[in-house]
């Protein structure tokens, strides 16, 4: 199958080789392998939906198609969310830089005034 189905599968358990699952799609497993990987899917709910629903699907091309958008819009989310972090980043840091110096203004003001009333 295509290797953008691993990039979905790029962060997945540790149970099951995700090359297994795969050959498993593709139909290309050894009636052991997929016992095991039919067992794996009893025990594990989320990924038996995800499996059965690849399975539902009619055709290599159109995993392909879906696999690709998939990565396309989880990219651009990502992306999207990067940039808006760096620019809350970018926005909040005068506010900080402005507290800052306020701070420092008050402690030498304060520091100045008990001085002077101490040492009259």
Same mark, same amino acid.
């Given at each position: 199958?295509?290797?953008?189905?691993?990039? $979905?599968?790029?962060? *997945? !358990?540790?149970?099951?080789?995700?090359?297994?699952?795969?050959? #498993?799609?593709?139909?290309?497993? *050894?009636?052991?392998?997929?016992?095991?990987?039919?067992?794996?899917?009893?025990? !594990?709910?989320?990924?038996?939906?995800? $499996?059965?629903?690849?399975?539902?699907?009619?055709? /290599?091309?159109?995993?392909?198609? #879906?696999?690709?958008?998939? !990565?396309?819009?989880?990219?651009?989310?990502?992306?999207? /969310?990067?940039?808006?972090?760096?620019?809350?980043?970018?926005?909040?840091?005068?506010?900080?830089?402005?507290?800052?110096?306020?701070?420092?203004?008050?402690?030498?003001?304060? #520091?100045?005034?008990?001085?002077?009333?101490?040492?009259?």
């Amino acid at each position: 199958m295509n290797r953008d189905l691993l990039n $979905i599968l790029s962060n *997945s !358990n540790k149970d099951i080789d995700n090359q297994k699952l795969m050959d #498993y799609l593709a139909g290309k497993l *050894s009636e052991q392998d997929k016992h095991e990987v039919e067992l794996w899917m009893l025990e !594990n709910d989320f990924e038996n939906e995800a $499996i059965e629903g690849l399975l539902q699907v009619s055709g /290599k091309t159109k995993i392909d198609a #879906y696999v690709d958008q998939l !990565n396309k819009d989880l990219n651009g989310y990502i992306q999207k /969310k990067k940039n808006l972090r760096e620019k809350r980043k970018i926005q909040e840091a005068p506010w900080v830089y402005i507290a800052i110096v306020l701070i420092l203004l008050v402690v030498i003001f304060g #520091y100045m005034v008990i001085r002077k009333l101490m040492y009259p």
